[in-house]
């Protein structure tokens, strides 16, 4: 067990629609990161937070969006919901710049 | 050229075998080296974590740095069917500042047989 917990572990929705991720980082852990995984495409990075601000921007679409809160816990928000956006997304958290990152076991997007 | 490089497979082994799991890498300023397991339908799991040139050996595991020849291995001894997963190689370099960038190889697919 990573100690990194994602909610919900699946969600099936429609198209167009919007949905929310929820992660818990580690204990201690102050870094989030967003990873999209799908099968053609491998673990792409989504965007950072450090301590509640962004640190780093990846490959994230304008119609996603992420926070992290003051108790360190993050949410991805997902919204105008395409076909395409189905895939896997990945929590992790690190204790500081250069640690390993340790993952959740994400959140299943089937989008219909 | 892709900043990382890494076969995908899929690798299948008899049950014992030695595994060898490699990446290349083309950007010098990747500085810290680690190898994750992701089990089917999982998070990815770090393996091993290292920074500099040489072996590092945890159990079965062994990680290989190579920066001179921007190579990464990970052998795998005496394998067992519980090996069977993908192996994803990631690396890190300063981006700004006091962060990091990581990026992931696409990962091999890896069935060792019973």
């Known amino acids: 067990d990573s100690g990194v917990t994602q909610t919900p572990k699946h969600l099936i929705t429609a198209t167009g629609q919007r949905v929310t991720l929820r992660c818990s980082p580690r204990?201690?852990?102050?870094?989030v990161y967003w990873y999209q995984q799908s099968l053609d495409q491998g673990l792409q990075f989504l965007i950072q937070?450090?301590?509640?601000?962004?640190?780093a921007k990846g490959n994230i679409l304008e119609r996603f969006s992420a926070q992290q809160f003051p108790d360190l816990h993050s949410e991805l928000n997902l919204s105008s919901l395409e076909l395409g956006d189905s895939a896997l997304y990945f929590c992790?958290?690190?204790?500081?710049?250069?640690?390993?990152?340790?993952f959740g076991n994400g959140t299943r997007l089937t989008v219909t | 050229q892709k900043e990382v490089e890494q076969d995908p497979g899929p690798l299948s082994v008899p049950e014992g075998a030695i595994v060898s799991l490699n990446c290349t890498y083309s950007?010098?300023?990747?500085?810290?080296f680690m190898w994750y397991r992701q089990y089917s339908r999982k998070g990815p799991e770090l393996l091993m974590y290292?920074?500099?040139?040489g072996n590092k050996e945890d159990g079965r595991f062994t990680a290989q740095v190579d920066k001179s020849s921007k190579y990464i291995s990970l052998f795998i001894r005496d394998s067992q069917p519980s090996d069977s997963a993908t192996y994803l190689c990631?690396?890190?370099?300063?981006?700004?500042?006091?962060?990091?960038?990581?990026?992931f190889g696409k990962g091999t697919l890896l069935t060792v047989n019973p």
């Open positions: 290292t920074y500099s040139s």
């Open positions: 992790a958290s690190s204790v500081a710049a250069g640690s390993p990152l340790h």
């Open positions: 990631a690396m890190s370099a300063k981006s700004g500042g006091s962060n990091y960038k990581l990026t």
């Open positions: 950007n010098s300023a990747f500085q810290y």
């Open positions: 204990s201690g852990d102050l870094s």
């Open positions: 937070y450090y301590n509640g601000e962004e640190r």
